[in-house]
């Protein structure tokens, strides 16, 4: 085995909660021995007290009925194993192994219930354990699959983003890697672009190519398809965005593309302007290249992702939880149930308070154009990129 060292943390698929003691129950007093005690009679203060600890367990009752409630939901997500290892077991791979690699990719493997492409993970390339730089922000990687079936398993990474959650100023920053960025990747001689990564690897390669790179200290991902994206949209009522025509005539290519693929007949964009878009046209929207460049691409990601955010906050508490019901099984991540019921109630309080940037960032780069990719100036970037995310360098 190449990691013959190695010794990966087995994250646990579900959470085994330990039943208290019931509150309500008094303890046996050993000196008891069935005589009846003359206690004083109770004053008005002790009852209003006892009164008073009655409500406050039955609020906590309450409480807890929520959170098994939410702990039984999160175990309908699409729960995936990766490994971790330690930086000190871990082995790395060989310069120029993935030089002549076969990027046809493999399909032997998918979901076969949902139509969905499952997550790539590669055992032989585990995540490896990063220190989280700061315990109030915590960085997730958010990203898609260029997939154009449920069985395109080993495909590249689209749409590459960073959810930052920063409590210290409660904000959400979203943080788009260009996925044509020049990066160097374990297994390649030369410099190569991010989103190729999880191909090589999957998305423990992914993980660790950005931690390395761009100085992240990722260790929890979800991943989308296409297909699960559009659910997500469908499952809100569809998005409001404002598109030119040249935007429509674009995105109704991708949108016949979608059509044969999921056989489907979602309607043609017949206008530019204010309106509201489906998943599929949402989708197909976000994703156009040809029209202008992988910037305003990458753009159009985050405004689809703010416009979702925006939509959701507007909801009720009632309306959000609802929503993550109808939305079970629409992703793939690594997060616990325990990650989930935390992430999402911090990210549920700082909705409406949301920044966003864009990797590399104008000036901090150069194009390369054979082939095309985007050579980052790191001296620039990585101080501004971390100044960004944790108020200054880490």
């Known amino acids: ?3 013959s060292k190695a010794r990966c943390e087995y994250l646990k698929n579900s959470m085994n909660v330990q039943r208290q003691p019931d509150s309500y129950g008094r303890s046996a007093n050993p000196n008891y021995h069935g005589q009846r005690s003359q206690a004083p009679r109770k004053s008005i203060k002790q009852v209003i007290i006892k009164v008073m600890a009655y409500i406050l367990l039955g609020a906590i009752g309450l409480g807890s009925g929520v959170f098994v409630y939410i702990l039984n ?5 699409k729960y995936v194993y990766t490994p971790f290892i330690d930086n000190g077991d871990y082995e790395p791979i060989d310069i120029g192994s993935y030089d002549n690699y076969d990027m046809n990719g493999d399909t032997a493997s998918s979901w076969q219930d949902g139509g969905h492409t499952s997550v790539y993970v ?3 390339h585990p995540i490896k354990k990063v220190k989280q730089k700061d315990r109030d922000v915590e960085n997730i990687l958010v990203f898609g699959v260029d997939a154009r ?3 395109d398993v080993k495909c590249r990474a689209d749409a590459i983003m960073i959810v930052s959650i920063d409590k210290k100023t409660d904000t959400i920053k979203l943080i788009s890697l260009m996925r044509d960025t020049g990066v160097t990747i374990e297994g390649r001689s030369k410099i190569d672009k991010l989103n190729h990564s999880y191909m090589y690897g999957g998305v423990g390669l992914l993980i660790n190519t950005i931690n390395d790179n761009f100085g992240f200290d990722i260790q929890r991902f979800v991943m989308l398809d296409f297909n699960s994206s559009t659910k997500v949209i469908d499952a809100v009522g569809g998005i409001e965005l404002e598109i030119t025509a040249g935007e429509a005539k674009y995105a109704n290519m991708s949108i016949e593309e979608q059509n044969q693929l999921m056989n489907k007949n979602v309607p043609y964009l017949s206008h530019g302007g204010y309106q509201t878009l489906n998943g599929v046209q949402a ?3 976000s994703r156009i290249r040809k029209l202008d460049s992988d910037y305003v691409r990458s753009s159009r990601q985050r405004t689809l992702a703010f416009a979702l955010m925006t939509k959701i906050s507007s909801y009720s508490k009632l309306q959000q939880m609802t929503l993550v019901e109808d939305m079970a099984g629409m992703f793939e991540t690594n997060m616990t149930s325990v990650d989930l019921i935390r992430v999402g109630s911090s990210v549920l309080e700082i909705l409406n308070n949301r920044t966003e940037y864009r990797v590399p960032a104008d000036g901090m780069f150069t194009v390369q154009q054979n082939p095309w990719m985007m050579i980052v100036d790191w001296n ?13 360098s880490k």
């Open 380 to 392: 620039k970037q990585i101080p501004e990129l971390h100044q960004f995310i944790w108020g200054e």
């Open 1 to 3: 085995m190449r990691f």
């Open 283 to 285: 989708v197909a929207w």
């Open 149 to 151: 079936g449920s069985s």
């Open 122 to 124: 590669d055992p032989e």
């Open 73 to 77: 939901l999160s175990d309908e997500f």
